[in-house]
């Protein structure tokens, strides 16, 4: 079994910025591996497939980004799932709009899903699909990851996804 978390903040408000990258990415994985997310577990929204002979669940913590960690801690917990089966999209401010980078394991680094993550885990040793944000310099960061997408950049960061996702597909595969 493979947990992918996608981070993100629950609400409409939140809809289509920055910082819920990793909840458009699960969603456009979810559509590709026709999975519902739909069910609730964890203060979480969750679903089921398959890739291969592979169990995929699929997770969106509902814990607002910074406590993220608990509802993946409580599903690896539950499942008994290792921290090396842990896929976890987000966003990233440090990579230009418009990438994605596949890390096998590391700190939290400036993200504090990531951070809260390690912390719940005891482990930097889960996978991250980081999708690249940007960063506006002349905003205060939360009000950058905070805001509202804008279509030209929306174009590049859909492609990242769709680029992680062929990463996090690829490496299912090929064990």
């Known amino acids: 079994m493979k947990?992918?978390?996608?981070?993100?903040?629950?609400?409409?408000?939140?809809?289509?910025t920055y910082h819920n990258i990793g909840?458009?990415?699960l969603d456009k994985l979810a559509k590709r591996l026709?999975?519902?997310?739909?069910?609730?577990?964890?203060?979480?929204?969750?679903?089921m497939g398959k890739l291969e002979?592979?169990?995929i669940l699929l997770v969106k913590p509902l814990t607002y980004m910074n406590l993220s960690?608990?509802?993946v801690r409580s599903f690896a917990k539950f499942y008994k799932v290792n921290p090396e089966d842990i896929?976890?999209?987000?966003?990233d401010i440090d990579l230009p709009k418009g990438t994605a980078r596949f890390k096998e394991h590391g700190?939290?680094?400036?993200?504090?899903?990531l951070k809260n993550i390690v912390w719940e885990l005891g482990s930097q040793d889960f996978r991250r699909i980081k999708i690249g944000a940007g960063n506006d310099k002349s905003m205060d960061l939360k009000d950058y990851v905070l805001s509202k997408?804008?279509?030209?950049?929306?174009?590049?960061?859909?492609?990242?996804?769709?680029?992680?996702i062929e990463k996090f597909l690829s490496f299912v595969k090929q064990q």
């Open 107 to 113: 700190s939290g680094g400036t993200h504090n899903g």
């Open 3 to 16: 947990i992918v978390v996608g981070l993100g903040n629950p609400g409409k408000e939140y809809e289509g």
């Open 149 to 164: 997408i804008d279509d030209e950049s929306l174009t590049k960061i859909e492609d990242a996804i769709d680029e992680g």
């Open 69 to 71: 960690g608990q509802a």
């Open 87 to 91: 896929f976890v999209f987000c966003d």
């Open 53 to 55: 002979n592979e169990i």
């Open 34 to 47: 026709s999975v519902s997310i739909n069910k609730g577990k964890f203060n979480s929204l969750f679903g």
């Open 23 to 25: 909840f458009m990415a």
